[in-house]
């Protein structure tokens, strides 16, 4: 029984990170040696996943790439959350080159995106990102040597959240999470004034883009006035760690 629910433990925990590790589970468990069996199935069905998805209507971003933006980590591409419909693609594209030419030598990265199958599958802990028309954009960066291209202040993009005032009430049970803890292992980079001032003046003008997410105290601090940039509300995860755009 034990090993039972281990297994369905397994497969909910790997379905829930990656989409396709749940049913690689299940098929590696016809396997002796089941740990390389997993590995091997679940790198053949990533990768078929990269030629099938843009059937049904989803398209991979660039996990490495020279152009003006990639995924911020392999991890993304590895757990499946790179897949975007192809409208989003080129609306990325197109604001990356943007930047690049704006302030040349900048680096665009992005986030999560979404998984490559199924609309309505969640990809947690995120709300919305389901249906391939949502992408998270890593913040840019700089010391005091100046900007800091393919540079993020945590190793994943996230969670590395900026100081600034919130009406949001303390709840218990909220996705509005602070990850107080882990503030003072990140490095003291500051946000790059021209170039995040510039992003949000692209990503509205751009009719393609439906909304924007970002903090109230940084769309007042770059001064981003536009109706097109919202408050994800105080059930949502914080959003002075990245960018959230959405067709």
Not at 15 to 39: D, E, K, M, N, Y
Not at 218 to 234: M, P, T
């Amino acid at each position: 029984m034990l090993k039972f629910i281990g297994h369905i433990l397994a497969v909910l925990t790997l379905t829930v990170l990656t989409q396709l590790g749940g049913i690689t589970w299940l098929l590696a468990l016809a396997f002796r040696r089941r740990f390389i069996a997993f590995v091997g199935l679940y790198l053949a069905l990533s990768v078929s996943a990269l030629w099938i998805a843009p059937m049904f209507g989803r398209t991979p971003l660039p996990c490495l790439s020279g152009d003006a933006f990639q995924m911020q980590s392999v991890m993304y591409c590895a757990l499946n959350r790179q897949y975007v419909v192809p409208e989003l693609q080129d609306v990325v594209q197109t604001f990356a080159a943007d930047m690049e030419r704006a302030h040349p030598g900048t680096k665009t990265q992005v986030l999560d995106a979404n998984f490559p199958f199924v609309t309505g599958f969640p990809l947690l802990p995120h709300l919305s990102h389901h249906d391939g028309r949502k992408v998270d954009l890593a913040f840019y960066y700089a010391n005091d040597s100046g900007y800091l291209p393919s540079t993020t202040r945590s190793p994943i993009g996230y969670f590395a959240f900026e100081d600034g005032p919130s009406d949001c009430p303390d709840a218990t049970v909220s996705l509005r999470w602070d990850m107080a803890g882990l503030q003072g292992f990140f490095p003291d980079h500051v946000l790059e004034p021209r170039r995040m001032t510039t992003a949000l003046q692209l990503l509205v003008s751009d009719a393609r883009i439906g909304k924007v997410f970002i903090e109230p105290h940084l769309k007042a601090r770059f001064n981003a006035r536009s109706d097109k940039i919202r408050f994800q509300g105080c059930r949502a995860a914080r959003h002075d760690d990245h960018i959230h755009i959405q067709l």
